[in-house]
């Protein structure tokens, strides 16, 4: 399976952070990320359009193709400095929603472990 990010053409810096750590996490679990803002992806050097099976991106920020019928689910991430949630969207291709949902059931433990984390700091 194929996972795309596209971070570094997203001028909110907030926003392409919160990309590349989806990203690295889902690489954390095993996952090959392929960065589809470099100009020499292995993609662009074979001529053809990159076209993984899943693509890490931002609402409102994606490629053409992925806007045909298939899987995508948004997900929160966390919040800006100014309170503004960062979300983070993930597009399937057809056939490919179960594994869809397993990745964003893995975004969605870490986002619980990490906001419990943060409660039991507080509390001390």
Do not use: C
Request: glycine share 8%; aromatic share 4%.
């Amino acid at each position: 399976m194929d996972i795309g990010a596209y971070s570094d053409s997203i001028a909110d810096t907030e926003l392409r952070d919160a990309v590349a750590d989806v990203a690295a996490l889902l690489s954390l679990h095993g996952n090959v990320i392929r960065d589809l803002d470099a100009r020499k992806s292995r993609w662009r050097r074979a001529g053809r359009a990159p076209r993984p099976d899943i693509v890490v991106s931002v609402p409102g920020h994606r490629p053409l193709w992925t806007r045909t019928p298939g899987a995508e689910v948004t997900l929160p991430v966390g919040t800006t400095r100014r309170g503004r949630t960062l979300a983070v969207r993930l597009t399937a291709r057809p056939g490919f929603g179960r594994e869809l949902l397993r990745l964003a059931v893995i975004i969605d433990a870490d986002q619980s472990g990490s906001a419990s984390s943060r409660t039991d700091s507080s509390a001390t």
